[in-house]
């Protein structure tokens, strides 16, 4: 089993959709979670860290933590075609180690 | 400007011909690490460094070396490259956390796409 699963899609949804990103993990002992944004042939670029459970809001991102069923989201509200691009989810593992998923595809359509 | 730099950003080259690719931060960050990035495997740790002088394996450090002389600058080093080693190469810098692991968010270089024929 990978420690950091995600679906590597595509998602596609329409503009204006909310577009909901979903990744689980195996490492219990995991404390901070992260979502990276990774255009097409560029680096990954931080966009939301969540520590503890529950929902955390930034603008039109909204990442959401349960440890106990261990996965975590993002949703993404109002979608644009400038947000068609893959999504990371990374934690910190039980090590202290950084982990990262191989990427949710999403295309936003106009 | 803060910012991680990569050198060079495409290289295409042959089996076993040795190679550096060059990192530099301006960021005065202590933590610097090397990821690969392959189809469907996501990114993977190759080396890091806690500080100068100090560095560690990571998940897949099979066939590449690092030094970490100054504080700024993190050179990967391909002794003999080999075609399994075309990939997207990442360098990235922190903040030293806890424990010397990384603070919170990484900053990534542009990338380095290798290719080994």
């Not at chain 1, 860290?49 to 809001?57: L, M, P, T």
């Amino acid at each position: 089993q990978k420690e950091v699963e995600q679906n590597s899609g595509p998602l596609s949804v329409p503009e204006g959709a909310i577009a909901s990103l979903n990744c689980t993990y195996s490492d219990r002992g995991s404390q901070s979670f992260f979502w990276y944004r990774q255009y097409s042939g560029k680096s990954p670029e931080l966009i939301m860290s969540i520590y503890s459970n529950g929902d955390k809001e930034d603008g039109r991102f909204t990442a959401q933590l349960n440890k106990a069923s261990q996965y975590v989201s993002l949703l993404i509200r109002d979608s644009q075609p400038s947000d068609s691009a893959t999504y990371l989810c990374a934690l910190r593992d039980n090590n202290n180690d950084m982990r990262f998923g191989a990427g949710t595809r999403l295309t936003v359509k106009p | 400007e803060a910012q991680v730099t990569q050198n060079p950003r495409y290289l295409i080259t042959v089996t076993g011909k040795k190679l550096t690719v060059t990192c530099s931060q301006n960021m005065n960050h202590e933590y610097m690490s090397w990821y690969r990035q392959d189809p469907g495997l996501g990114l993977r740790q190759i080396y890091y460094s806690m500080n100068v002088e100090v560095t560690d394996k990571g998940d897949v450090p099979e066939g590449y070396k690092v030094s970490r002389k100054e504080k700024r600058n993190f050179p990967l080093i391909l002794e003999s490259p080999s075609p399994n080693q075309t990939s997207l190469y990442f360098c990235a810098s922190s903040l030293r956390g806890h424990r010397g692991q990384p603070l919170y968010e990484q900053y990534f270089g542009p990338g380095t796409r290798l290719t080994v024929t």
